[in-house]
């Protein structure tokens, strides 16, 4: 009997993707509806032990996270939502969030904002469009969910030349091979 997790890697674009021969593998698009609806989708076609959110995201310049530090989500907030009577934040498992530290002790445990537009965020010293989306409809769906993020930017940078890419990217690939092995030791989560 195989009880090695069976692990649901997404990212916003096929440039974030980092995945194995032995994870499922989903592109959910850009910003929060795009994200929401096509893990919803895939979420509904085949159900993993584990999801994992994994991108590219600005940090606000007072925060001291530069690219291309390593966050992991402690909570995924909505930001663009301003009523009180639906859910705005949802937190991964504490045993996953402990896997993930152990991954990647270096990086900064923190909430990280959603907002379908740069700057859109606030209360969060991490900012991305899509983390709130994919572990909502993994909670729906029953599933464990977590949010990893590679700084590439300050929010406040308005020059996206001056935004850190390829390092950001460099970064998620050597991470997310690590919080996998994580997930899939014994007892890693």
């Known amino acids: 009997m195989n009880t090695t997790p069976k692990v649901l890697v997404v990212a916003a674009t096929a440039r974030e993707l980092i995945a194995d021969a032995d994870t499922l593998a989903l592109v959910c698009g850009v910003g929060p509806v795009e994200a929401a609806a096509t893990t919803a989708a895939a979420l509904a076609r085949r159900v993993p032990s584990i999801v994992l959110h994994i991108g590219l995201a600005g940090a606000r310049r007072h925060s001291d ?18 009523c009180d009577w639906a859910p705005r934040v949802v937190s991964p498992p504490q045993a996953l969030v402990a896997a993930a530290q152990r991954a990647l002790p270096e990086a900064r445990l923190a909430s990280i904002g959603t907002s379908a537009r740069v700057g859109g965020t606030s209360g969060c010293e991490v900012e991305a469009m899509e983390g709130f989306a994919v572990l909502r409809a993994a909670a729906l769906a ?22 850190r890419f390829e390092e950001a990217l460099a970064a998620l690939a050597v991470a997310v091979p690590r919080i996998l092995a994580e997930m899939r030791a014994p007892n890693g989560f």
């Open 142 to 163: 029953g599933v464990p969910a977590i949010e990893i993020r590679a700084v590439s930017n300050e929010i406040e940078e308005d020059d996206r030349s001056r935004w």
């Open 65 to 82: 996270l530069r690219p291309p530090a390593l966050v992991i989500g402690r909570e995924a907030r909505y930001c663009d939502l301003v």
